[in-house]
T-cell receptor, first 109, second 119 residues
Framework: DAKTTQPPSMDCAEGRAANLPCNHSTISGNEYVYWYRQIHSQGPQYIIHGLKNNETNEMASLIITEDRKSSTLILPHATLRDTAVYYCIVRVYGNKLVFGAGTILRVKS | GAVVSQHPSRVICKSGTSVKIECRSLDFQATTMFWYRQFPKQSLMLMATSNEGSKATYEQGVEKDKFLINHASLTLSTLTVTSAHPEDSSFYIC???????????????FGPGTRLTVL
C-alpha cells in the first residue's frame, strides 16, 4: 500500500471549515484513500473513503485530485468535538490498515 | 454502523501475571479481527490479524508466544498478554472486518480500546 504524508498538526477556529491535506504521490489505480480519526483514548472512527471521485457523507467531504496524488478531507463546520488525530490511509480494499503519524487537529473557540 | 466492544476497558496488573482482553462484534459476525497496540503519543501499530478457526498472523517483531490470540467464534477474539511486564503497558485496540450488507461504506470497525498498566 502507498505511503501518505500529512502535516503533523493544524489549528482551526470553531465553526469554520477544517481542510486536512494528504499527499499520496505513489498511489496505484486500485488503492482507495481512507480517512479515520481518533479522539483521545478512544478507538479510531471511520470518516470517509474514496477511489477517484469526490465523496461526501454526513461527517465530511473528501476531495481527490484528478491525478490522485493528493486529497483533502473537509470538515465543513468544525466543532470542539472534532479535535482529534486524523489519519489518511491508502490501501487496496480489504488489505490491513496501516496507520501513519496522522494530523493533530485542534479546534479552538 | 456495526459495534465492536472490548473488555475490560482498563486493567492494572502486577508484573509477571497474564492478562486477557476480549474483543466482541455485537451485531455482526466477523471472520477477521485485528489487534493493535498504541503507546502514548504514538500511532497505532498493527500486531496481528486474527482469523476465526485458524492461527493468527503476526506482524514482524511481535512475539506470538507473548501475545496469544484466539478467535474461537465469529463474534469473539481474545488477546492474552502472557507474563506481562511494565514495557507491555499500552493501549490495546481491536477492530473487526465487516462483510456483506453491513460493509457498505466501510469494512473495519474499531473497539474502544483497553488500557493496560503493568506495575
Amino acid at each position: 500500500d502507498a505511503k501518505t504524508t500529512q502535516p503533523p498538526s493544524m489549528d482551526c477556529a470553531e465553526g469554520r471549515a477544517a481542510n486536512l491535506p494528504c499527499n499520496h504521490s505513489t498511489i496505484s489505480g486500485n488503492e482507495y484513500v481512507y480517512w479515520y480519526r481518533q479522539i483521545h483514548s478512544q478507538g479510531p472512527q471511520y470518516i470517509i473513503h474514496g477511489l477517484k471521485n469526490n465523496e461526501t457523507n454526513e461527517m465530511a467531504s473528501l476531495i481527490i485530485t484528478e491525478d490522485r496524488k493528493s486529497s483533502t478531507l473537509i470538515l465543513p463546520h468544525a466543532t470542539l468535538r472534532d479535535t482529534a488525530v486524523y489519519y489518511c490511509i491508502v490501501r487496496v480494499y480489504g488489505n490491513k490498515l496501516v496507520f501513519g503519524a496522522g494530523t493533530i487537529l485542534r479546534v479552538k473557540s | 454502523g456495526a459495534v465492536v466492544s472490548q473488555h475490560p476497558s482498563r486493567v492494572i496488573c502486577k508484573s509477571g501475571t497474564s492478562v486477557k482482553i476480549e474483543c466482541r462484534s455485537l451485531d455482526f459476525q466477523a471472520t477477521t479481527m485485528f489487534w493493535y497496540r498504541q503507546f502514548p503519543k504514538q500511532s497505532l501499530m498493527l500486531m496481528a490479524t486474527s482469523n476465526e478457526g485458524s492461527k493468527a498472523t503476526y506482524e514482524q517483531g511481535v512475539e506470538k508466544d507473548k501475545f496469544l490470540i484466539n478467535h474461537a467464534s465469529l463474534t469473539l477474539s481474545t488477546l492474552t498478554v502472557t507474563s506481562a511486564h511494565p514495557e507491555d503497558s499500552s493501549f490495546y485496540i481491536c477492530s473487526a472486518r465487516v462483510t456483506g450488507d453491513l460493509a457498505g461504506y466501510n469494512e473495519q470497525f474499531f473497539g474502544p480500546g483497553t488500557r493496560l498498566t503493568v506495575l
